[in-house]
Nanobody, 130 residues
């Protein structure tokens, strides 16, 4: 059974940094694509960054390129999202999801991700405010 647990969120000032973790279990990370998504109040869930467990290829939303970095530790079954130069518009609940078929580009740009991906964590709140 695929299980995902996000952590690392919090309150940070604009320009600050956070590192989110997505601890996975119930599957082999090597064969899955993992994606970080976020959802702000009143908005749709959107793809932030995705990584392939097979070859490590990555994809980023334009709004976070150059500021966020996704990485994975297959031995620890964990995927990380390093977020630097945070902005108030990054405020959202951040979720991770896993899928064995979807490519990183397809996952991160998928409309209606809640329809397409079955497994989600409970999310971690990120608030960027002074």
């Amino acid at each position: 059974q695929v299980q995902l647990v996000e952590s690392g969120g919090g309150l940070v000032q604009p320009g600050g940094s956070l590192r989110l973790s997505c601890a996975t279990s119930g599957f082999t990370l090597d064969y899955y694509t993992i994606g970080w998504f976020r959802q702000a109040p009143g908005k749709e869930r959107e793809g932030v960054s995705c990584i392939s467990g097979v070859d490590g290829s990555t994809s980023y939303a334009d709004s976070v390129k150059g500021r966020f970095t996704i990485s994975r530790d297959n031995a620890e079954n964990t995927v990380y999202l390093q977020m630097n130069s945070l902005k108030p518009e990054d405020t959202a609940v951040y979720y991770c999801t896993a899928d064995p078929i979807t490519t990183v580009q397809a996952m991160c740009s998928m409309p209606s991700p809640l329809v397409h991906f079955r497994s989600w964590g409970r999310g971690t709140q990120v608030t960027v405010s002074s």
